[in-house]
């Protein structure tokens, strides 16, 4: 099993649709969870990090299970705007955050 | 705040050359890392350190040295440039516990 896996995508969404991404990790000992946002030719950014007991900001909301070493990403309502590449993080040690594992991203298009 | 800075932007370099990506941070954080990214691979750990004056290697160390003399300043030197190091790199930093800030990226290539 890969240490962070994503589907690639591309997703292809209209405006107003409900996206779902879903990611999978290896190491059990992981402490932290993230969700970051890459643009086009851009520096990822963070764009929130995951709770056991999930999480809501706006119209995004992450998940964590750690059971089935889950994590999920929904975007409700999406815009142009959200059109990026998702980028699954995980930390490799119990603990540290420093040492992160990031996945290969899964690629949103959100069209008119 | 700049938050994290990167130079050069961009850079062209033949084989055999070397040369030193510099990352500098001000926002006193203790951790920062260099990462590259290439298609289809995602992000990749290269070195990071934990304060200043340590260092560790992450998952593609090969072909980089890095120190880091001053909590602000962690460059990444290319010993001997080959053209496998074609890619764009990023630094980050962050805080104990927080969240990685990532700098604007290093296009390099490697002819």
């Known amino acids: 099993r890969k240490e962070v896996e994503q589907d690639p995508g591309p997703f292809n969404v209209p405006e107003g649709a409900t996206v779902a991404f879903n990611c999978t990790y290896s190491?059990?000992?992981?402490?932290?969870f993230f969700w970051y946002r890459q643009d086009c030719r851009k520096e990822p950014k963070l764009l929130m990090s995951?709770?056991?007991s999930g999480n809501e900001d706006g119209r995004f909301t992450a998940q964590l299970n750690r059971a089935s070493q889950y994590i999920s990403l929904l975007i409700r309502d999406s815009k142009l705007s959200d059109s990026a590449t998702y980028l699954c993080?995980?930390?490799?040690?119990?603990?540290?955050?420093?040492?992160?594992?990031f996945g290969k991203g899964t690629k949103l298009s959100v069209k008119p | 705040n700049a938050g994290v800075t990167q130079t050069p932007k961009f850079q062209v370099l033949k084989t055999g050359q070397s040369m030193t990506l510099q990352c500098a941070q001000d926002?006193?954080?203790?951790?920062m890392s260099w990462y590259r990214q290439d298609p289809g691979m995602g992000l990749r750990l290269i070195h990071y350190?934990?304060?200043?004056?340590?260092?560790d290697q992450g998952e593609v160390p090969n072909g980089y040295n890095v120190s880091r003399s001053t909590t602000e300043d962690f460059p990444l030197r290319l010993l001997s440039a080959a053209p496998s190091q074609t890619s764009v790199y990023f630094c980050?930093?962050?805080?104990?516990?927080?969240?990685?800030?990532f700098g604007p990226g290093t296009r390099l290539t490697v002819l």
């Open positions: 926002m006193n954080h203790e951790y």
């Open positions: 350190s934990v304060g200043a004056g340590i260092t």
């Open positions: 980050a930093s962050s805080s104990w516990g927080g969240w990685q800030f």
């Open positions: 993080v995980v930390n490799r040690n119990g603990g540290s955050q420093g040492n992160l594992i």
């Open positions: 995951v709770y056991s």
């Open positions: 190491n059990s000992a992981s402490q932290s």
